[in-house]
C-alpha cells in the first residue's frame, strides 16, 4: 500500500492543468494578466510539485537537469536574440516595430511588429524563469537528501 | 465604503500574520505563515485593480517561495534559537524606522488622486498611445513591460539566470570521481540525485538516517 495515494492521484489530475494554465498565462499575457514571469514560475510550480510528491528520483527522470541547464541561458538568448534580430532589421535594439512586413511578404501569417516581438520577448523569459526556478528547487532538494546520509 | 470592508479586514489579516510570523519559533510554521502572508498581499493588490501585480505576488510570493524555503529548511534546523535576552536594540531600531516610514506617508498623494505625480510624469497618455503603438494589444502593463521598457526587462531576466548561475556555483554536487576521492558512502548515495541515473531504489528506501519527516518529504517524496 503507497503512502499519501490521495495527495498522489489528486496532484496527478491538477499538475496537467497547472501546466495548462502556465502555458495559458505565457500565451495570453498580452490579451489578460500575465505574461512570461507569472507564466515561467507557474510552469515551475507545477512541475516542483510532481517532484514534492513523487520523490526527488522521479522528477530528476521527468526533468533532465542538462536539459534545464541549457534552457535558462537559452531564455535570454531568446530575448537578446530578438534585438539582434530587430537591428537586422534596421531598426534599433528591441525596436519590434521593423520586425513588421519585412522578408518579402513571406511571413505574413506572423502577428504585427510589436505584437511579434512582445510574445518572442515573453517566451524568452518565461523559459528563463521556469528553468532558474526549477534549478533552485533540485539543487537545494539534491542537497538535502545527500546531507542527510 | 464598501471596499473599505474589504480593505481594513485585508490589512488587519496581513499585521496579524506579520506579528506571528516575527513571534515563532517553529520555522516550518513561519514558511507556511510567509506563504499566507503573501496570498493575503494578492488578495489586497487584486482590490487596488492591479492584476499582474497580484498574479506575480501569488505565483512568486505564495507558491514557489514558500517550496523554497521549505527546501532550505531542509538544510538546516527546523526550529529557530531562543533569543538570550529581549531584543531591545532591535526593537528601538525598527520603531524608528517604522515611524520614519509612516511620517514619509504624511506627504503622499491620497489614494486615486489623479493629480498624484505618478499619473502625470513620464507619459500621462500611456493608455492611448498604447492603443495606437501596440496595435490593438488590450494589456498596456505588458506593453510596458515588453516593449516601451523592453530593456529594463531584459535586465531582469539576466538577473534571474544570474541567480541560477550562483545557486548551480554554490549548490551543484561535485562530478562523481571527485567524490569517490573524499569519501566512499557519498558515492554510494550519490546516484539517486544523479541527473541521467535512474531511480535508486536504496535511495527510495531511505534506509539510512534521515533524522525528520520533514527531510523525508522534500527529498523523498511520497512513494
Same mark, same amino acid.
Given at each position: 500500500v503507497k503512502a499519501y495515494s490521495i495527495l498522489r492521484v489528486v496532484s496527478k489530475l491538477l499538475i496537467p492543468y497547472i501546466l495548462l494554465f502556465g502555458l495559458y498565462v505565457q500565451f495570453h499575457g498580452d490579451y489578460g494578466p500575465g505574461g512570461g514571469f507569472q507564466a515561467g514560475v507557474i510552469f515551475a510550480a507545477g512541475l516542483i510539485l510532481y517532484g514534492l510528491v513523487f520523490g526527488l528520483p522521479a522528477f530528476q527522470l521527468a526533468i533532465r537537469r542538462n536539459v534545464i541547464e541549457v534552457m535558462a541561458p537559452l531564455g535570454v538568448l531568446v530575448y537578446a536574440g530578438t534585438g539582434i534580430l530587430t537591428i537586422l532589421g534596421g531598426g534599433n535594439y528591441l525596436d519590434y516595430d521593423v520586425l513588421e512586413h519585412h522578408w518579402g511578404g513571406l511571413f505574413a501569417f506572423l502577428p504585427h511588429g510589436q505584437h511579434l516581438g512582445i510574445f518572442l520577448v515573453e517566451l524568452g523569459v518565461g523559459i528563463t524563469v521556469t528553468s532558474v526556478m526549477i534549478t533552485i528547487f533540485d539543487l537545494f532538494a539534491a542537497r538535502g537528501r545527500r546531507e542527510t546520509h | 465604503m464598501s471596499e473599505s470592508l474589504i480593505v481594513v479586514p485585508l490589512l488587519a489579516l496581513l499585521a496579524c500574520t506579520a506579528v506571528t510570523v516575527a513571534r515563532m519559533r517553529d520555522l516550518w510554521a513561519a514558511v507556511m505563515l510567509t506563504g499566507i502572508y503573501s496570498f493575503l498581499g494578492a488578495g489586497w493588490m487584486m482590490v487596488l485593480d492591479a492584476p499582474d501585480v497580484a498574479f506575480t505576488e501569488a505565483a512568486v510570493g505564495a507558491g514557489i517561495s514558500t517550496v523554497l524555503m521549505l527546501a532550505t529548511l531542509s538544510l538546516t534546523s527546523r526550529t529557530a534559537k531562543a533569543p538570550v535576552h529581549f531584543p531591545w536594540q532591535a526593537l528601538v531600531i525598527v520603531t524608528l524606522t517604522g515611524g520614519a516610514l509612516i511620517y514619509g506617508t504624511l506627504d503622499m498623494p /491620497?489614494?486615486?488622486? =489623479?493629480? /498624484? =505625480?505618478?499619473? $502625470?510624469? =513620464? $507619459?500621462?497618455?500611456?493608455?492611448?498611445?498604447?492603443?495606437?503603438?501596440?496595435?490593438?494589444? =488590450?494589456?498596456?502593463?505588458? /506593453?510596458?513591460? /515588453?516593449?516601451?521598457?523592453?530593456?529594463?526587462?531584459?535586465?531582469?531576466?539576466?538577473?534571474?539566470?544570474?541567480a541560477a548561475v550562483a545557486v548551480t556555483l554554490l549548490m551543484r554536487r561535485p562530478p562523481l570521481e571527485a567524490m569517490s576521492l573524499q569519501d566512499t558512502t557519498s558515492t554510494k548515495f550519490g546516484d539517486m540525485s544523479e541527473s541521467h541515473g535512474p531511480a535508486d531504489p536504496q535511495g527510495s528506501g531511505g534506509n539510512t538516517t534521515v533524522d525528520s519527516p520533514r527531510v523525508a518529504d522534500l527529498g523523498r517524496g511520497a512513494s
Open positions: - | /491620497a489614494y486615486g488622486d =489623479p493629480n /498624484a =505625480p505618478v499619473h $502625470q510624469y =513620464p $507619459q500621462p497618455n500611456y493608455m492611448e498611445r498604447a492603443e495606437h503603438d501596440m496595435h490593438g494589444i =488590450p494589456n498596456v502593463v505588458t /506593453a510596458v513591460l /515588453a516593449s516601451y521598457r523592453g530593456y529594463d526587462t531584459l535586465g531582469e531576466t539576466t538577473v534571474i539566470f544570474t
